[in-house]
């Protein structure tokens, strides 16, 4: 069994009948997999066999943007820095008034927002981010297209709301960012506590003040080394850990 997100938690659906299907599927189980620690600590109570494997990155692909190559078009002309976010621009995971107070904080900076608008939440409200000059709500890209834009960024943020549904989450584009070599600030997720590879902050002024620290110490050894320590997160890498936990299941 695989739990890779707290679904009861999403709007919309029924949390008690996900629950409880939770529970029968858990309690047939040979081994419950679970992509966050916060996830893995509530599994436990319903399975005697649960490992915690957190999400992973293509990494080999995200290490390209440490090379010479294209960087995405809709970056030209955007005053740096550069401060990037991929993903799904949602109201359910992003903290948009964080966004919105952070672009305003800092109106020399440039903050391309890569992703689909309200993806599974269409009543994601944008206006206010639309409204400021410096946010650059550039659309969706393709997958093997992100390295593109990475490459052409100087940092880049995981700005998610803290609520139900993010207690849980331990986003892919962690390793994402870091096998790019970028420095990284996130609102501090529970699944993230201990990760030193990145920077935390709660507030708008205090991503701005970690933006600059992280701006100021980056240098190409800093991204080279980001990137080789996120590759012991790659799909094969994990894939391994996973095949490991099957076996000692099989021979439990």
């Given at each position: 069994m695989s739990c890779v997100d707290d679904i009861a938690a999403q709007k919309g659906i029924d949390a008690e009948s996900f629950r409880d299907a939770e529970r029968r599927f858990a309690a047939r189980a040979d081994l419950v997999l679970a992509s966050s620690s916060t996830l893995a600590n509530?599994?436990?109570?319903?399975?005697d066999n649960v490992?915690?494997?957190?999400?992973?990155?293509?990494?080999?692909?995200?290490?390209?943007?440490?090379?010479?190559?294209?960087?995405?078009?809709?970056?030209?002309?955007?005053?740096?820095?550069?401060?990037?976010?991929?993903?799904?621009?949602?109201?359910?995971?992003l903290d948009v008034d964080l966004l919105v107070d952070l672009a305003r904080l800092r109106p020399e900076w440039s903050f391309p927002l890569v992703?689909?608008?309200?993806a599974g939440d269409p009543r994601t409200d944008v206006s206010a981010l639309r409204g400021l000059p410096n946010v650059h709500l550039l659309g969706p890209r393709a997958y093997h297209d992100l390295p593109a834009v990475l490459r052409?960024?100087?940092?880049?943020?995981?700005?998610?709301?803290?609520?139900?549904?993010?207690?849980?989450?331990?986003?892919?584009?962690?390793?994402?960012?870091?096998?790019?070599?970028?420095?990284?600030?996130?609102?501090?997720?529970?699944?993230?506590?201990?990760?030193?590879?990145?920077?935390?902050?709660?507030?708008?002024?205090?991503?701005?003040?970690?933006?600059?620290?992280?701006?100021?110490?980056?240098?190409p050894a800093r991204r080279a080394e980001r990137s080789r320590r996120a590759a012991a997160h790659s799909w094969d890498a994990r894939l391994d850990e996973i095949g490991r936990a099957v076996a000692a299941t099989e021979s439990r």
């Open positions: 509530r599994m436990r109570a319903l399975s490992v915690e494997v957190p999400n992973v990155a293509d990494t080999r692909m995200f290490a390209q943007a440490l090379e010479p190559g294209p960087v995405d078009a809709a970056l030209d002309g955007l005053s740096p820095p550069r401060i990037a976010f991929t993903g799904a621009v949602v109201a359910t995971k992703g689909p608008v309200g052409g960024v100087d940092a880049a943020l995981i700005p998610y709301a803290r609520n139900d549904l993010t207690a849980s989450i331990f986003p892919m584009k962690v390793y994402e960012y870091l096998s790019a070599g970028l420095p990284v600030v996130a609102t501090p997720l529970p699944a993230l506590a201990g990760l030193t590879e990145i920077a935390f902050a709660s507030d708008a002024l205090g991503t701005a003040e970690q933006l600059e620290l992280e701006l100021a110490g980056d240098s």
